[in-house]
C-alpha cells in the first residue's frame, strides 16, 4: 500500500463544488489533492441553469472563463405560465454592480470538465482518477486523517493523508452518514429529455408551466439543444410502474399544455430521446464537528431544483470555505482546535447566501404543486404580483438569482403576495361572497405560514 501525506487538503469529487474547492484551496497555496472517480465528460440531467449569484461566485474564484467555449446561453429571467396567464421576471440592474445580473445555461458534463481542467491547470493541485474507499480516521479519536481509494488498473489500494478532508462527493454520497444524522428525503423526481431546435417563447429566459398540471421547467443548454424537467411525485410513478408507462402519461399530461412552439420538438424527444430521471431530494445542512473534515455541496445539504440553485450554492459554499480557512487566519490546517472553531463560524455564515436560496426553492414547490383552493388563491396572487412589474419582483427575482439580499426580505415577500392573494380573492369575490372568501382568506394565511414553517426550522437547526 502507497503511504503519502504530503497535501494540505484531499477534496473527494471533482463536481461542482470540489473542483471549486480544489481551485480556491490551491489558489491560496495549499497542496490539494482533488480525487474523483470517473474523468470522462460527465453526461447528467442536473445543474444546467447557473444563477448570477453563482457566476459572480465564478469570477471570485477567477473561473469565469469556464463559462465560454461551452455553447453556454445568457439567463436574463424566467417567463411563467401559470393556468392562462402569463408572468416574466427578470435580474434588474443593481446599485454598486459593474455589471447586469446574468446566469447563464450549459451542458452539465461540459461545464463540469472546465471546472475540472481548471483545477489541474493549477501548479499546487494533483488531480487523479481513483474511486475513494474510505475516510480514514485516526485509531483513538474521530479525527479524519486522510483517504483510502482504489484506481481501476491499480492492483493496490491507495492511502493518501492531509489535515482537511473535504467531502464533495454530491447527492449520494457514500460516507455523509457517518456524519450527520440528516438523510436525504424526496417526494418527486424531475423527468428530462433534450428538445432539439426547439425555439422557447422569449430567447435567453427559463420557461416554467405551472398550475396547468406537473410543474414543467424549460432552458436552453446550448445553440440547438432545450432542457426540459418535469417533475412527477413518487406517488405517480409508482402507479405508472415503467418507462413506457411515463412517455405515455408525458404525452398525454405534459405535451398538449407546453408552448405550442416547443409541442412538436416535445412529441419528437418522447418518440426518440433519452428519457432520464432523477430525484428530487432536500437534505438540511448540519454543522460540521468531525476534526479534519468538511462536508460540502450537495453531500452537505440539498433543495428542491425547482428553482436551479444547487450550483450557486456550492460555489458560493466553496468561495466561503477558503476564506474561512485562509492561510492568514489559519498558517497551519493541522490546527484541529481552530479549524473547528472556523467551520462552527462557516456553518452559520453560509446561511447568508444558502437559507434564501434553500427556503425559497421549497416554498415555491409547495406552493405550486399541490391542487389545493387556498394555494391556488395564492399562486394566482403570485402570478399577478410578478405582473405588477419590477417594484414587486426585482428583489424576489435578486433572491431567486443567489445575488446578496437579506433572507428576511424573502419572508416580506412571501406574506406580501400571501395578503395580496387576498386582497385580489375578496376583491373577486365581491360582497355577496364575502363570508365564504373571509374564510378562504384564512386558509390562504394558514397555508402560507405551513409553508414557510418547515424551510425555516430546517435553517435554524444545527
Ligand atoms: C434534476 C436536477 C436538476 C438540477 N438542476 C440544477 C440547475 O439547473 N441549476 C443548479 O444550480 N443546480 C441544479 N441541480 C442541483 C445541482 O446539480 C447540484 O447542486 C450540484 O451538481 C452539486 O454539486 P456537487 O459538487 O455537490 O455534486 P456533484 O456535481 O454530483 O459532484 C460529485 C462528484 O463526486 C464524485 N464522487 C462521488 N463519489 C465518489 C467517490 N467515492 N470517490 C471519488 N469521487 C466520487 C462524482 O463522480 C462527482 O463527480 C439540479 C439537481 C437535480 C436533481
Given amino acids: ?75 436574463n429571467g424566467y417567463h411563467l405560465y401559470w393556468k392562462d396567464e402569463e408572468a416574466s421576471f427578470w435580474f434588474c440592474e443593481r446599485e454598486g454592480r459593474k455589471r447586469k445580473p446574468q446566469g447563464s445555461s450549459f451542458h452539465h458534463g461540459k461545464f463540469v470538465t472546465k471546472l475540472r481542467q481548471a483545477a489541474s491547470a493549477q501548479s499546487n493541485t494533483t488531480v ?5 474507499m474510505e475516510i480514514l480516521r485516526d485509531g483513538t479519536s474521530s479525527h479524519v486523517t486522510g483517504i483510502l481509494c482504489s484506481s481501476s488498473g491499480q492492483m493496490d489500494e491507495q492511502q493518501f493523508f492531509a489535515p482537511l478532508t473535504i467531502l ?26 433534450e428538445l432539439v431546435d426547439a425555439k422557447l417563447p422569449i430567447p435567453q429566459y427559463a420557461h416554467a408551466v405551472l398550475g396547468r398540471g406537473p410543474p414543467i421547467l424549460m432552458y436552453p443548454i446550448s445553440s440547438h439543444q432545450t432542457r426540459i424537467l418535469i417533475d ?30 416547443v409541442q412538436p420538438q416535445l412529441l419528437a424527444a418522447l418518440r426518440d430521446g433519452r428519457l432520464r430521471s432523477m430525484p428530487n431530494a432536500w437534505l438540511p445542512s448540519t454543522k460540521n464537528t468531525t476534526p479534519g473534515l468538511v462536508i460540502l455541496g450537495d453531500a ?39 479549524v473547528l472553531k472556523k467551520l462552527g463560524g462557516f456553518h452559520w455564515s453560509r446561511k447568508e447566501h444558502s437559507a434564501s436560496l434553500n427556503m425559497l426553492a421549497q416554498a415555491l414547490y409547495f406552493l405550486f404543486v399541490p391542487e389545493d383552493k387556498g394555494l391556488q388563491i395564492m399562486q394566482r396572487g403570485f402570478i399577478q404580483y410578478v405582473q405588477d412589474g419590477e417594484k414587486n419582483f426585482a428583489e424576489p ?17 412571501f406574506f406580501a403576495i400571501a395578503l395580496y392573494s387576498i386582497h385580489l380573492h375578496l376583491r373577486r369575490e365581491g360582497f355577496m361572497g364575502l ?3 373571509l374564510f378562504q382568506s384564512a386558509s390562504v394565511l394558514v397555508s402560507a405560514i405551513c409553508i414557510i414553517w418547515g424551510p425555516l426550522v430546517n435553517e435554524l437547526r444545527r
Avoid at 490539494?32 to 453526461?43: I, W
Avoid at 449520494?172 to 423527468?191: E, G, I, L
Avoid at 413518487?234 to 405534459?254: F, I, M, P, S, W
Avoid at 444547487?310 to 481552530?338: F, I, R, S
Wanted: with cysteine; proline share 7%; glycine share 8%.
Fill in 300 to 338: 452537505s445539504n440539498m433543495r428542491h431544483p425547482v428553482t436551479g440553485s444547487g450550483m450557486t450554492v456550492a460555489l458560493k459554499d466553496a468561495v466561503l470555505l477558503a476564506k474561512t480557512l485562509n492561510p492568514d487566519h489559519v498558517p497551519d490546517l493541522e490546527d484541529t482546535a481552530k
Fill in 1 to 75: 500500500m502507497e503511504k503519502r501525506t504530503n497535501y494540505d487538503v484531499i477534496v473527494i469529487g471533482a463536481g461542482i463544488a470540489g473542483s471549486a474547492a480544489a481551485v480556491a484551496f490551491s489558489r491560496q497555496g495549499r497542496q490539494v489533492l482533488l480525487v474523483e472517480r470517473n474523468l470522462k465528460e460527465p453526461d447528467r440531467i442536473v445543474g444546467e441553469l447557473l444563477q448570477p449569484g453563482g457566476v459572480d461566485a465564478l469570477s471570485e474564484l477567477g473561473l469565469v472563463d469556464c463559462l465560454e467555449g461551452i455553447d453556454a446561453t445568457p439567463i
Fill in 128 to 132: 487523479i482518477e481513483s474511486t475513494v
Fill in 397 to 413: 427575482a435578486w433572491i431567486m438569482g443567489g445575488l446578496p439580499v437579506s433572507p428576511f426580505r424573502l419572508f416580506y415577500h
Fill in 232 to 261: 412527477i411525485p413518487d406517488t405517480v410513478y409508482d402507479k405508472l410502474g415503467n418507462l413506457a408507462a411515463v412517455r405515455e402519461y408525458l404525452q398525454d399530461h405534459v405535451a398538449p399544455i407546453v408552448p405550442e412552439s
Fill in 168 to 193: 464533495a462527493d454530491g447527492s449520494t454520497s457514500n460516507f455523509r452518514s457517518q456524519f450527520t444524522p440528516h438523510r436525504p428525503k424526496s417526494q418527486s423526481r424531475f423527468w428530462g429529455l
Fill in 435 to 437: 363570508g365564504h372568501a
